[in-house]
């Protein structure tokens, strides 16, 4: 089985920056599509931004367009985001997951999901 952890969550004041890494291990992460997720307290899980494994099709919900960026390094099995001109809103606990043939925006449809990390912006 894969297993995905995830780092590089914090606080951060409004318009700043975050990188958040998931390191993949235990399987052929090359092969995997890979998203990010994030749920905030009372909300449903949501779709942030997906890659598939040979970095011809990249997804980007509407609410981070311009702002994030989703990429991935195969070679040493990590995925990315780096989130710029975060906002308040962007507070959640942030997740990788991985599946196998494309990428798609939903969260059911993926088969590996890390423990999160907790981005917290405050104003």
């Known amino acids: 089985q894969v297993q995905l952890v995830e780092s590089g969550g914090g606080l951060v004041q409004a318009g700043g920056s975050l990188r958040l890494s998931c390191l993949a291990s235990?399987?052929?992460?090359?092969?995997?599509?890979m998203g990010w997720f994030r749920q905030a307290p009372g909300k449903e899980r949501e779709f942030v931004a997906a890659i598939s494994w040979t970095n011809g099709r990249i997804y980007y919900a509407d609410s981070v367009k311009g702002r994030f960026s989703i990429s991935r390094d195969n070679a040493n099995n990590r995925l990315f985001l780096q989130m710029n001109s975060l906002e308040p809103d962007d507070t959640a606990v942030y997740y990788c997951?991985?599946?196998?043939?494309?990428?798609?925006?939903?969260?059911?449809?993926?088969?590996?999901w890390g423990q999160g990390t907790q981005v917290t912006v405050s104003s």
């Open positions: 997951a991985g599946r196998r043939l494309v990428a798609t925006m939903t969260a059911h449809d993926y088969e590996r």
């Open positions: 235990g399987g052929t992460f090359g092969s995997y599509a």
